[in-house]
C-alpha cells in the first residue's frame, strides 16, 4: 500500500496519533507524517504510507496555509490555549500592515525543535533557561478576515517551517486560540478523506515525470543512470508559493520506478527507487 492519505486532524489529538489511527484502520503496514500539527489544532494532515515515506522531505518542505483564530489582549506562555494565560486588555493596532516576503522569526520555546539534542517544550517544561535560534522563513499572505472586541481571525500563507503562533503573538497582545491548517502546497483539507489512499503516481504529480521503456524502467529500478528518450512532462499539480522540484518522476506502464536528478552530461540519475 503506497501513496498518501489526506486527512483532516480533529483537535485533542496528536499528529502521531493520527497516523497511527489511519494506518491501522487502512492496515498498512508502514506510514508517517508529511509535517506535524499540534494537538490543539485541525485541518490537513498528509499520511504516507509505504514507499511514500521515502519522499517525506518534499511533502515537509511545501509552502502551507492556515486559518488562525487569535484572542486579542492576552498573552499566553505557549502562544496557544494549552499554556498560562494572562489577561492584559492591551489590544493590537486594529489595523496592520504585516511584512511580507523573507522574515526572520523566532519559534517558541513550547515547539518540537531539538535545542542541543532535546525537545525545546521539554526543556521549558522542565524549568531551564534557553534561548531558540531565530530562522528565516517566508511570508506569503497574513490577512486579517475578521476582528470584533477580543478576537480576530487571519489567514496565512507560508513556507514550510513558520510558526503561526509566533506570527500572533508578534502582533502585541495576542496568542492563538484556535488554528486550521487548510492547505500543504497543491493539496487542500477540503479534499480530505481519511479513508481513500491517493496512489503514489498521483501523490507525485507536483513532480515533472518521463515515461520509461521497460529496458530503462529496469535499469533504473536498479538505480543506473539513462539517457532519456522520451519528452518531460510537466507537473499537474503546483502550488504557486513553490519552486518546482529539480528532481525527475520516471514512470514505466506498471507505475512509478524512482526520482531521478538531471546530470550535467544530459543522462539522469535515480536517487529515490520505489520498487525495491
Known amino acids: 500500500m503506497d501513496g498518501i492519505v489526506l486527512v483532516d486532524k480533529p483537535a485533542g489529538l496528536s499528529s502521531h496519533k493520527v497516523t497511527n489511527d489511519v494506518r491501522r484502520e487502512l492496515g498498512a503496514a508502514k506510514a508517517g507524517h508529511a509535517g506535524t500539527l499540534d494537538p490543539f489544532a485541525t485541518g490537513l494532515l498528509i499520511v504516507l504510507l509505504g514507499r511514500a515515506r521515502r519522499v517525506q522531505r518534499f511533502f515537509m518542505g511545501m509552502s502551507k496555509e492556515y486559518v488562525a483564530s487569535a484572542r486579542l489582549g492576552a498573552t499566553s506562555t505557549?502562544?496557544?490555549?494549552?499554556?498560562?494565560?494572562?489577561?492584559?486588555?492591551?489590544?493590537?493596532?486594529?489595523?496592520?500592515e504585516p511584512s511580507l516576503g523573507q522574515i526572520t522569526q523566532r519559534?517558541?520555546?513550547?515547539?518540537?525543535?531539538?535545542?542541543?539534542?532535546?525537545?525545546?517544550?521539554?526543556?521549558?517544561?522542565?524549568?531551564?533557561?534557553?534561548?531558540?535560534?531565530?530562522?528565516?522563513?517566508?511570508?506569503?499572505?497574513?490577512?486579517?478576515?475578521s476582528r470584533d472586541g477580543d478576537q480576530a481571525e487571519y489567514?496565512?500563507?507560508c513556507s514550510s517551517g513558520t510558526y503561526v503562533r509566533s506570527l500572533i503573538s508578534d502582533l502585541g497582545d495576542a496568542y492563538?486560540?484556535?488554528?486550521?491548517?487548510?492547505?500543504?502546497?497543491?493539496?487542500?483539507?477540503?479534499?480530505?478523506?481519511?479513508?481513500?489512499?491517493?496512489?503514489?503516481?498521483?501523490?507525485?504529480?507536483?513532480?515533472?515525470?518521463?515515461?520509461?521503456?521497460?529496458?530503462?524502467?529496469?535499469?533504473?529500478?536498479?538505480?543506473?543512470?539513462?539517457?532519456?528518450?522520451?519528452?518531460?512532462?510537466?507537473?499537474?499539480?503546483?502550488?504557486?508559493?513553490?519552486?518546482?522540484?529539480?528532481?525527475?518522476?520516471?514512470?514505466?506502464?506498471d507505475g512509478p520506478v524512482a526520482l531521478a536528478e538531471r546530470r550535467d552530461d544530459g543522462m539522469i540519475k535515480p536517487v529515490v527507487g520505489f520498487r525495491a
Not at 505557549?78 to 496592520?96: K, Q, V, W
Not at 535545542?115 to 526543556?123: F, H
Open 155 to 157: 489567514r496565512i500563507r
Open 78 to 96: 505557549t502562544g496557544d490555549p494549552e499554556g498560562e494565560i494572562t489577561l492584559t486588555g492591551r489590544l493590537p493596532p486594529e489595523s496592520f
Open 176 to 253: 492563538t486560540e484556535n488554528l486550521r491548517r487548510t492547505r500543504i502546497g497543491p493539496f487542500s483539507v477540503d479534499d480530505a478523506d481519511a479513508t481513500r489512499v491517493v496512489g503514489l503516481e498521483s501523490a507525485l504529480g507536483f513532480f515533472d515525470s518521463i515515461e520509461l521503456g521497460a529496458e530503462d524502467a529496469k535499469k533504473a529500478a536498479h538505480g543506473v543512470a539513462i539517457e532519456p528518450q522520451g519528452q518531460v512532462i510537466e507537473a499537474p499539480l503546483r502550488a504557486p508559493e513553490d519552486a518546482p522540484p529539480t528532481e525527475l518522476l520516471l514512470v514505466a506502464e
Open 107 to 145: 519559534p517558541p520555546i513550547y515547539s518540537a525543535l531539538k535545542i542541543d539534542g532535546k525537545r525545546a517544550y521539554a526543556r521549558a517544561r522542565a524549568g531551564e533557561e534557553f534561548e531558540v535560534p531565530e530562522r528565516e522563513v517566508e511570508l506569503f499572505e497574513f490577512t486579517q478576515l
